[in-house]
Nanobody, 124 residues
Framework: QVQLVESGGGLVQAGGSLRLSCAAS????????IGWFRQAPGKERELIAA????????YYTESVKGRFTISRDNTKNTMYLQMNNLKPEDTAVYYC?????????????????WGQGTQVTVSS
């Protein structure tokens, strides 16, 4: 059973930074593709960052490129999302997720496992 637990959300002013963490159960990173989604009020959940087969070149959605950085520590079974220069439009519930098939992430917004989500609120 895969478990994903996010932490690190909160309230921050525009231009500020937050770092989200996702603690995963063992072997998750070696078995699944992992990434971060977010869902803003009234909007569909969207993939914002993920590790593809090339860990050195992660995927980022256009709106967060240059501001967000995905990383992971395999020794701690933890994935991170460093978010800099936050904007009010980044306000959303952020989820970490894991999937067998990378195409499910990118093409369908689907994951086999989801965390419970953590709220990020950016004030203007």
């Amino acid at each position: 059973q895969v478990q994903l637990v996010e932490s690190g959300g909160g309230l921050v002013q525009a231009g500020g930074s937050l770092r989200l963490s996702c603690a995963a159960s063992e072997r998750t990173f070696s078995t699944y593709y992992i990434g971060w989604f977010r869902q803003a009020p009234g909007k569909e959940r969207e993939l914002i960052a993920a590790f593809s087969r090339s860990v050195s070149r992660p995927y980022y959605t256009e709106s967060v490129k240059g501001r967000f950085t995905i990383s992971r520590d395999n020794t701690k079974n933890t994935m991170y999302l460093q978010m800099n220069n936050l904007k009010p439009e980044d306000t959303a519930v952020y989820y970490c997720a894991a999937t067998y098939y990378y195409s499910d992430f990118v093409n369908r917004g689907y994951a086999d496992y989801w965390g419970q989500g953590t709220q990020v609120t950016v004030s203007s």
